[in-house]
C-alpha cells in the first residue's frame, strides 16, 4: 500500500461547481498535513495546512480525519484558474527530521 | 524576495558526464531537500540536510551526491549521469517541522 494515495482523475467540472478530492494515508503516526498545489510544469506551492479540527480558506476547505486516515479539500466555487494539479501531503517525523510524503496528485480542470 | 534559487533551470548531459545542481535559500531555514519528479510518479526524496554539515538519504539516493557546506546551500551531484536520472529535479527548505518551500525546478535530460 502507497504512503499516500490520491485518485489521480482528472476531474472535469464546470465553473462554478463544488468538487472535492481525498487522499488516503497509512502511516498513523503522521503528525502534520499539507494540500499543494502544483500548476503544469511549475514547482509545488503551499494552498493550505490540514488541522484536525478542519480549515477553511476562502473557498478552500480541508478536513482531517484521523480514525479513518483521510484528508479532504472541497472547493467551492470553481474558477477557471483552480486547473492544476492538487498534491495531498503528510508529515511524519522521523529521527532525521521532517519527512514529508507526497501523494501523486489529483489533477482539475475546470472548463467555461 | 528570491525564497529557494535553483541554477541551472534546464541541463542536456550525455551519459558519463557529471555536474552539480545548485540550491540557494534566503530564509534562513535549516533543513534542506532535493526531490526528483518524474511522469506519474509522485515527488521523491533523494536527499536532504537538516543542517549545515549533515546530510542523510532520501528514498531514492542512488547516484547522487550532495553537500552542505553552507546554510544557505545544497548542492546535488551527479557524478556519472545516466539515462534513468533524466527528471525535474526540485529543491525546498523548511523549518524543522513546516511546510516546505520550493524552488521552481531544474530540467534534466541525459542522452
Known amino acids: 500500500r502507497k504512503e499516500v494515495e490520491q485518485d489521480p482523475g482528472p476531474f472535469n467540472v464546470p465553473e462554478g461547481a463544488t468538487v472535492a478530492f481525498n487522499c488516503t494515508y497509512s502511516n498513523s503516526a503522521s503528525q502534520s498535513f499539507f494540500w499543494y498545489r502544483q500548476d503544469c510544469r511549475k514547482e509545488p506551492k503551499l494552498l493550505m495546512s490540514?488541522?484536525?479540527s478542519g480549515n477553511e480558506d476562502g473557498r478552500f476547505t480541508a478536513q482531517l480525519n484521523r480514525a479513518s486516515q483521510y484528508i479532504s479539500l472541497l472547493i467551492r466555487d470553481s474558477k477557471l484558474s483552480d486547473s492544476a494539479t492538487y498534491l495531498c501531503v503528510v508529515n511524519g517525523i522521523t529521527g532525521g527530521g521532517n519527512k514529508l510524503t507526497f501523494g501523486t496528485g489529483t489533477q482539475l480542470k475546470v472548463e467555461l | 524576495n528570491a525564497g529557494v534559487t535553483q541554477t541551472p533551470k534546464f541541463r542536456v548531459l550525455k551519459t558519463g558526464q557529471s555536474m552539480t545542481l545548485l540550491c540557494a535559500q534566503d530564509?534562513?531555514?535549516?533543513?534542506m531537500y532535493w526531490y526528483r519528479q518524474d511522469p506519474g510518479m509522485g515527488l521523491r526524496l533523494i536527499h536532504y540536510?537538516?543542517?549545515?554539515?549533515?546530510?542523510a538519504k532520501g528514498e531514492v539516493p542512488d547516484g547522487y551526491n550532495v553537500s552542505r557546506l553552507k546554510k544557505q546551500n545544497f548542492l546535488l551531484g551527479l557524478e556519472s549521469a545516466a539515462p534513468s536520472q533524466t527528471s525535474v529535479y526540485f529543491c525546498?527548505?523548511?523549518?524543522?517541522?513546516?511546510?516546505?518551500?520550493f524552488g521552481d525546478g531544474t530540467r534534466l535530460s541525459i542522452l
Open positions: 525546498a527548505s523548511s523549518y524543522s517541522a513546516g511546510p516546505q518551500h
Open positions: 490540514v488541522y484536525s
Open positions: 530564509m534562513n531555514h535549516e533543513y
Open positions: 540536510s537538516v543542517g549545515e554539515g549533515t546530510t
